[in-house]
């Protein structure tokens, strides 16, 4: 049974930092993150492939972002430095067999950036 928890969201400055936390029940072969603004389509933000340990990134992040996964906590994390207003959403973590789709996803935590 696969279920993903996520934690670490708030309201942050442009420019602060925030580390985002999913705790895992079972390691699936991909797991990231997805943002999503209401009205708007779901973003790919980063991923982690398991069985490679080869990471993903979307543009928009890269450089900003490090997603690194701890097996032992069994927790994916997030760190997402100087945070702009464009990046102010509901962050969720998403979890699958492969990293071309997502079949399990976690409730999601908001985070928030003021200019």
């Known amino acids: 049974q696969v279920q993903l928890t996520e934690s670490g969201g708030g309201s942050v400055q442009a420019g602060g930092s925030l580390a985002l936390s999913c705790k895992y029940t079972y390691e699936m072969r991909c797991i990231g993150w997805v943002r999503q603004v209401p009205g708007q389509e779901r973003e790919d933000v980063a991923r982690?492939?398991?069985?490679?340990?080869?990471?993903y990134y979307a543009d928009f992040v890269r450089g900003r972002f490090t997603i690194s996964l701890d097996n032992a906590k069994k927790t994916v994390y997030l760190q997402m430095n100087n945070l702009q207003p464009g990046d102010t959403a509901m962050y969720y973590c998403?979890?699958?067999?492969?990293?071309?789709?997502?079949?399990?996803w976690g409730q999601g935590t908001q985070v928030t950036v003021s200019s």
């Open positions: 982690f492939h398991t069985v490679v340990d080869r990471t």
């Open positions: 998403a979890a699958g067999d492969t990293c071309g789709s997502f079949d399990y």
